[in-house]
């Protein structure tokens, strides 16, 4: 992939390497909304065990206490009471990648949303972290990987998982991390457009946990088709696509589907439980975005 002429991104806070401590003192559901890391691990355990993203239990707890203690700030960095986090494009080559990625989705959404759907596009922050850190949806942290925040419009991302996707799901590449990044970017297309806040309206009033993940899956797979919308316009615009560049993406698209991660853990897949999609599903959508470029071609709620 073709990245290194490209601007690079002011709209990062580059929090690696800050000490973030829990707001609660040590406490199993921590003050102010943050979890602790005893009942972190514990969410984690019931949500592999019952095939149930952990990211959806501990973000929801959190959120949940959260509201219980008023609304008030959920963490807080260290670092956040005497000095701003460093923002703008980082010196190191992966921030400098991450920052170029981020660049090029803005440009092209700050053109293909207008143009095909009539809203301005407002670009989101993308926070880099070590390990863990705060957010407006609760704590982030490493396990959960890669995620978008609505209620503070940030991509939360522990560039870690790149070495993961290397490591432990068969993938890498330039363009695979770079669609890692757009798949974020597609939640922020979703929360634009009023998708986002509609379908977590739907998941509340779901009647099982089963027809919330089938909500949560089809916004994923619309995430996969409109990183694939993203790399379209960008490739027809600044030819960034290398040869090689689509395999590595398909494979790593299929090595984190819900069957394929689910078979590796425990043997077996449970579909109702998808929250993402399984690999078949997550390649043909992003492959679908790659064809068409067009935003209406991602219609996961209205195909079968």
Known sequence: MRWEDFRRSDNIEDRRGEDYAD??????LGGAGHLGLGATVILGIIGYAL???????????????????????????????????????????TGQFVAAVLAENEDVWSQV????????FTPPKLVLFDGATSSGCGSAQSAMGP????????????????????????????????YVISHEMGHH???????????????QAASSRADANALSMR???????????????????WRIIEQGDIEKAVATAQAIG??????????????????????????????TGLRSGQIDSCDTFGRR
């Not at 707001?23 to 199993?28: E, Q, R, T, V």
């Open 219 to 237: 916004l994923e797979l619309m995430a996969d088709c409109l990183a694939g919308v993203w790399a379209a316009n960008a490739n027809q615009r």
């Open 258 to 287: 819900d069957d394929r991660l689910q078979k590796t853990s425990r043997g077996y897949a449970v579909p109702d439980s998808f929250t993402h999609g399984s690999s078949t599903q997550r390649v043909g959508w992003l492959q």
């Open 51 to 93: 095939g149930i993203n952990p990211a959806v239990l501990i973000g929801g707890a959190e959120m949940l206490t959260h509201m219980r203690d008023g609304g008030s700030q959920i963490a807080t960095p260290r670092e956040d009471r005497q000095t701003r986090h460093a923002r703008g494009a980082p010196g190191d080559r």
């Open 147 to 178: 995620f978008y925040c609505p209620l503070d419009q940030k991509i939360y991302l522990d560039t870690s998982f790149f070495r993961d996707m290397r490591s432990r799901f068969g993938g890498g590449g330039d363009f695979a991390y770079a």
């Open 23 to 28: 707001a609660g003192g040590g406490s199993m």
């Open 189 to 203: 297309i979703q929360n634009q457009i009023g998708i986002l806040p509609k379908v977590h309206r739907a998941q």
């Open 113 to 120: 949303l207008p143009g095909q759907k009539n809203i301005r």
